[in-house]
């Protein structure tokens, strides 16, 4: 027997709260009306450099100490930047009541992305997880014309897999977000800001097809922002999202995002792949907080990010970034926001067209070890960086190298440029470590370095980063 609680979106809830939507807690709250939007850099999701060609700048904060699974070494705080982005998760400080789950409205971006004509049709196949006697299906979407795909057969697919996720605290605190289904055993993926922040003896629970079902952590990973749940109690007939190739997408592909924004569960949206291996720097979170050490510094989640302009608002968190044949691209994660420098209207606190996903093949590394381990590994080549000044060719200019590190054996020194990363531009050391931080520990990745004005590329085989 499954554990089951009623649905808590319903219309009356919506109806009896359209009045109180502002929500509470410790991520960024939307400004009243009337009034400048302000962004706290310390509750902000996302603090971005940006490098241009042609401008004198000042050495950036060293990304690849920052991050232990670069290095190892000292800690730092990124500097706050006028482009922010925010966490996709709802909090909120105050009780609810019940059934009611419907918090904040924001004003909504232009949907982009044409839904086409032609037919589509479905492909049901039965997945049999390891060491599972349930059985799950798994739809592939087949579309009779690629080029104009149709996009309500992929929402009504996909969406079956897609969870909404309260997680409620012994002190009234809640946090709305999204999940994927991965398996037949019952595993969701989502962040991990989603699920921690509110304490550890918070009760979780998932509805999947408007059913709910207690559900419990089995791993997370702040390096990442990403975590793993597994319902209580699951159904046989449950809908798995299938991964694709995230290596393979293309700027301009068009994807559709499905999710829980606001408390708005089963709410899709359409664009396209805006940029990919965009650097996304966000707070790494906890149990109960940021990850903070005794440096002073906060440690970050440093993301080679998909970039989108399908529209995806606070509650999108966790939920599932997805192709025309309906199987998982990303995860979103995190939205930009401009601070009240760049615009003075309130009405922009929201989707302004710039969200940001974790790469599926990143998610399934990660998940994979979450499930097996209860925690996950992260690459390292062992060095420190800065990001150049002045004029000339971006990149990140290696400041120390570790002795004995993946990079020192490659041969890496002091003062070398690295420009690429497995022919992936590097413009900063934050997207040094970004693009780092996407291979696999063990895997070869290929340095692209200039050194006294030649450029050649060094082959760095990766290596487990301490915890």
Do not use: C
Request: charged share 10%.
């Amino acid at each position: 027997m499954s554990t089951q609680n009623p649905n808590p979106w319903s219309r009356e809830a919506w109806q009896q709260n359209s009045n109180s939507f502002t929500p509470q807690g410790p991520y960024p709250q939307q400004p009243q009306p009337g009034q400048p939007q302000q962004v706290n850099a310390q509750q902000a999701y996302f603090g971005q450099q940006a490098s241009r060609p042609g401008t004198q700048q000042q050495p950036q904060p060293d990304y690849a100490q920052q991050e232990q699974a670069e290095t190892g070494g000292a800690q730092e705080a990124p500097q706050p930047s006028t482009l922010q982005a925010a966490p996709l998760a709802l909090t909120s400080t105050q009780p609810t009541k019940p059934r009611s789950r419907v918090a904040g409205i924001v004003a909504l971006a232009v949907l982009a992305g044409a839904v086409g004509g032609g037919g589509a049709g479905y492909g049901v196949a039965t997945y049999l997880g390891s060491g599972q006697t349930g059985a799950a299906t798994t739809t592939q979407i087949v579309q009779a014309d690629g080029s104009h795909p149709d996009w309500a057969t992929v929402a009504q697919a996909a969406s079956k897999a897609v969870a909404s996720i309260t997680v409620a605290a012994a002190n009234g605190s809640e946090s709305l977000g999204s999940g994927v289904v991965i398996d037949a055993a019952g595993h969701i993926v989502t962040n991990n800001h989603v699920i921690s922040g509110v304490g550890s003896q918070a009760t979780i629970t998932v509805v999947l097809d408007n059913v709910a079902y207690d559900a419990t952590v089995i791993g997370t990973d702040s390096t990442t922002d990403l975590a793993v749940l597994q319902l209580v109690d699951p159904p046989t007939d449950l809908n798995v999202m299938s991964f694709a190739d995230s290596s393979s997408l293309a700027v301009g592909d068009e994807v559709m995002a499905i999710g829980n924004p606001l408390g708005l569960d089963d709410t899709v949206t359409t664009g396209i792949i805006s940029a990919l291996n965009r650097p996304v720097t966000t707070e790494a979170v906890t149990d109960n907080s940021p990850v903070s050490h005794s440096s002073g510094g906060t440690d970050v989640v440093v993301t080679a990010a998909i970039q989108t302009n399908a529209a995806i608002n606070p509650g999108n968190s966790g939920g599932a970034l997805i192709n025309s044949s309906g199987e998982l691209v990303g995860i979103t994660s995190s939205i930009a926001t401009l601070s009240s420098g760049q615009s003075s209207s309130s009405s922009e606190s929201g989707s302004i067209g710039l969200g940001f996903a974790i790469p599926a093949n990143q998610v399934k590394y990660v998940a994979d070890q979450l499930i097996a381990t209860g925690s996950a590994q992260h690459p390292q080549i062992g060095i420190s960086a800065q990001d150049v000044t002045g004029t000339g060719q971006l990149g990140a200019e290696v400041t120390n190298v570790t002795s004995g590190s993946p990079a020192a054996s490659a041969g890496v020194q002091a003062g070398d440029l690295i420009t690429a990363v497995d022919g992936n531009p590097v413009t900063s050391t934050e997207s040094l470590v970004a693009l780092v931080r996407a291979s696999q520990v063990g895997q070869e990745i290929t340095l692209t370095v200039q050194r006294n004005g030649q450029s050649s590329d060094v082959s760095v085989t990766t290596t487990a980063a301490s915890r």
